[in-house]
């Protein structure tokens, strides 16, 4: 991770994205009529849309001094539905007419912290002190996305490469923080990290013989051409480090059920405690796949309607890069999950089968 660690820091916007973001609020909004055809009673023309002007009133913000500026009215598809009252995000940029200012999104900070909030108070007054360190944990991965991932790769580092790195950071430092240092979290980091070199080996094969370029949608060609970054090697470092999150779940599970067969049953073999290990994980294995598969398909959605609509067979929609995309992470994930399984159970067959005691049960009320 020294190594890789990027000097330079981020790189510079560039002029795509140069136009101030400003948080503002409005103040008014005029209806007036479009310019293809009457306005309606209730603001929409003859093609479904408003248009008109809306004043917002502006903080204080870099070389803006603030103020009130009146805006068109934002239209088509996505475009923010404003009233008075709404807090927005206006853009100011130079033009040779002078400053333009638009609205281009709405603010949703309060509400994303009202969000936040419940989350934390669910996690704290559900799993007391494991909550919280679950929420040092979380802190820690966002922290390494952050500060290391995203800046190495956008350095020009190797996606992979970074994406090893990073992900091996977490699963070393915020497994332990989160479940407590012991032999039962020691055999679910080694089982993580020989899972995640089987899922990072099959993710890599996958993504060369079926030729993807991970260039799918608008996002990732913007990626691609305003930065220095292999777009099939972020791609199969996004299917790494997604990976990564279902693996520990299931490494930490079946090292926990082996260390409780072991402390329940002293005397059983370290056959009979992987054999015990395996029904459970096999039962664990049956629903996470559906877990793992409905999660990549819902989060992509409507790229995945858009595919299936534009193509004329079963072939053309399968064959897709898109959707080949969307394949290749799901069974990626689900030959390491598979994978994580026996590995984890075997490790803690042998290594859990003489050494867990009752003792090390965790005391009540602890967890």
């Given at each position: 991770?020294?190594?890789?660690?990027?000097?330079?820091?981020?790189?510079?916007?560039?002029?795509?994205?140069?136009?101030?973001?400003?948080?503002?609020?409005?103040?008014?909004?005029?209806?007036?009529?479009?310019?293809?055809?009457?306005?309606?009673?209730?603001?929409?023309?003859?093609?479904?849309?408003?248009?008109?002007?809306?004043?917002?009133?502006?903080?204080?913000?870099?070389?803006?001094?603030?103020?009130?500026?009146?805006?068109?009215?934002?239209?088509?598809?996505?475009?923010?539905?404003?009233?008075?009252?709404?807090?927005?995000?206006?853009?100011?940029?130079?033009?040779?007419?002078?400053?333009?200012?638009?609205?281009?999104?709405?603010?949703?900070?309060?509400?994303?912290?009202?969000?936040?909030?419940?989350?934390?108070?669910?996690?704290?007054?559900?799993?007391?002190?494991?909550?919280?360190?679950?929420?040092?944990?979380?802190?820690?991965?966002?922290?390494?996305?952050?500060?290391?991932?995203?800046?190495?790769?956008?350095?020009?580092?190797?996606?992979?490469?970074v994406a090893i790195v990073g992900s091996t950071a977490v699963i070393v430092v915020v497994l332990p923080l989160t479940h407590g240092l012991s032999l039962t979290t020691v055999v679910a980091v080694l089982g993580t990290l020989l899972?995640?070199?089987?899922?990072?080996?099959?993710?890599?094969?996958?993504?060369?013989?079926?030729?993807?370029?991970?260039?799918?949608?608008?996002?990732?060609?913007?990626?691609?051409?305003?930065?220095?970054?292999?777009?099939?090697?972020?791609?199969?470092?996004?299917?790494?480090?997604?990976?990564?999150?279902?693996?520990?779940?299931?490494?930490?599970?079946q090292a926990s059920t082996v260390a409780e067969l072991a402390r329940a049953n002293p005397g059983y073999t370290a056959r009979q405690l992987f054999a015990g290990g395996q029904r459970v994980g096999r039962a664990h294995v049956a629903?996470?796949?559906?877990?793992?598969?409905?999660?990549?398909?819902?989060?992509?959605?409507?790229?995945?309607?858009?595919?299936?609509?534009?193509?004329?067979?079963?072939?053309?929609?399968?064959?897709?890069?898109?959707?080949?995309?969307?394949?290749?992470?799901?069974?990626?994930?689900?030959?390491?999950?598979?994978?994580?399984?026996?590995?984890?159970?075997?490790?803690?067959?042998?290594?859990?089968?003489?050494?867990?005691?009752?003792?090390?049960?965790?005391?009540?009320?602890?967890?």
């Amino acid at each position: 991770m020294v190594l890789l660690w990027p000097a330079g820091g981020l790189p510079e916007r560039t002029a795509t994205s140069a136009d101030e973001e400003l948080s503002g609020r409005v103040a008014a909004v005029r209806t007036v009529e479009c310019a293809g055809g009457p306005a309606t009673g209730d603001g929409a023309s003859a093609a479904d849309e408003s248009c008109g002007e809306v004043d917002v009133d502006l903080e204080a913000s870099g070389t803006d001094s603030g103020g009130r500026a009146t805006v068109p009215l934002p239209t088509g598809a996505g475009a923010p539905q404003v009233e008075p009252g709404d807090d927005v995000v206006v853009t100011r940029g130079a033009t040779p007419d002078g400053v333009v200012y638009a609205i281009v999104d709405q603010q949703r900070g309060t509400g994303m912290w009202v969000l936040v909030g419940a989350f934390v108070l669910a996690l704290v007054a559900f799993g007391r002190w494991r909550g919280v360190s679950s929420l040092v944990g979380l802190a820690v991965t966002f922290g390494v996305l952050g500060a290391f991932v995203v800046p190495a790769v956008l350095a020009g580092e190797s996606p992979l490469l970074v994406a090893i790195v990073g992900s091996t950071a977490v699963i070393v430092v915020v497994l332990p923080l989160t479940h407590g240092l012991s032999l039962t979290t020691v055999v679910a980091v080694l089982g993580t990290l020989l899972s995640f070199l089987v899922t990072g080996l099959v993710g890599a094969l996958s993504v060369s013989a079926l030729h993807l370029s991970g260039i799918t949608d608008d996002i990732a060609m913007s990626v691609a051409t305003r930065f220095d970054v292999q777009m099939s090697g972020l791609l199969l470092a996004g299917i790494v480090i997604g990976a990564v999150g279902v693996l520990d779940d299931v490494t930490v599970t079946q090292a926990s059920t082996v260390a409780e067969l072991a402390r329940a049953n002293p005397g059983y073999t370290a056959r009979q405690l992987f054999a015990g290990g395996q029904r459970v994980g096999r039962a664990h294995v049956a629903s996470v796949v559906n877990t793992i598969v409905l999660a990549y398909a819902g989060s992509s959605l409507p790229l995945i309607v858009l595919t299936v609509a534009d193509s004329a067979s079963l072939g053309g929609v399968v064959t897709d890069q898109f959707v080949a995309q969307e394949v290749v992470r799901s069974i990626v994930g689900t030959l390491g999950l598979v994978a994580a399984v026996p590995i984890t159970t075997a490790l803690a067959a042998v290594l859990l089968g003489g050494a867990v005691s009752r003792e090390e049960a965790p005391p009540a009320g602890s967890e």
